[in-house]
């Protein structure tokens, strides 16, 4: 079974400054995939970011990067230089590896980023 | 590229009615999925399809809801009869790889329900 874990309450940024949204997980699977979706206010889950267990590096996407501590089962992502567009709902979600395998999404953490 | 459509975008029915949702994935993407997100929560996947044949739907509460994608292309969803609990919003999503590294599922808006 897995499990993903978001506890922040809704978090605020200033626009222009870095923020850090955590992410928690547990799986049994030595393998496995994690992932971050934004979903704005129009209700379309958008992807962000993917880590893979054994990636050597974090993942970087453009203003996006994960914080990735296998040891703590932590992949936090790292939003740089806010911007107005980025205030949404973001979910961490994770996969076993394998063909046909479910994303298993968190319960979500609203991002305000103020003006 | 036209991204995954749904339709309707909301709909609002009394308990026990039926509803029906409709899905078209991305052009080429062999793998569809039908998500059910309650308000507060993550997306839960109800059921998942490779082509025209479902690899997974251990989630969908088969007394109620059935699912089906015909031709390997777009998808309906039904609820027959809806339940209050089943208030929520559907989302459809498509991906061309069903593997973990390759998998990068592309969402529609989804239709929000509402069961009065």
């Known amino acids: 079974a897995q499990k993903i874990t978001q506890t922040q309450p809704g978090m605020f940024v200033q626009e222009k400054e870095a923020v850090t949204l955590d992410c928690t997980y547990d799986t049994s699977d030595p393998s496995y995939g994690l992932f971050w979706y934004k979903q704005p206010s129009s209700g379309e889950m958008i992807f962000l970011i993917y880590?893979?267990?054994?990636?050597?590096q974090n993942a970087t996407e453009g203003r996006y990067s994960l914080n990735f501590q296998k040891a703590r089962k932590s992949a936090n992502l790292v939003i740089s230089a806010s911007q107005l567009g980025d205030s949404a709902m973001y979910f961490c979600?994770?996969?076993?590896?394998?063909?046909?395998?479910?994303?298993?999404f968190g319960k979500g953490i609203t991002l305000s980023v103020r003006p | 590229e036209a991204g995954v459509a749904q339709s309707p975008r909301y709909k609002i029915i009394e308990k026990r009615q039926s509803v029906a949702f409709w899905c078209n994935p991305i052009?080429?993407?062999?793998?569809l999925y039908w998500y059910q997100q309650i308000l507060g929560q993550g997306p839960k996947l109800l059921i998942q399809?490779?082509?025209?044949?479902?690899?997974?739907d251990s989630q969908l509460p088969k007394d109620r809801f059935s699912a089906e994608r015909l031709k390997g292309v777009d998808s309906t969803l039904k609820i027959q009869p809806a339940k209050l609990e089943d208030s929520a919003v559907y989302l459809c999503?498509?991906?061309?790889?069903?593997?973990?590294?390759?998998?990068?599922?592309?969402f529609g808006p989804g239709t929000r329900l509402t069961v009065l």
């Open positions: 399809f490779q082509n025209n044949g479902v690899v997974d």
């Open positions: 880590q893979g267990s054994y990636d050597q």
């Open positions: 979600a994770v996969i076993q590896t394998g063909a046909n395998s479910k994303l298993t």
């Open positions: 052009s080429g993407h062999a793998t």
């Open positions: 999503a498509s991906s061309s790889s069903s593997g973990t590294s390759g998998r990068r599922e592309f």
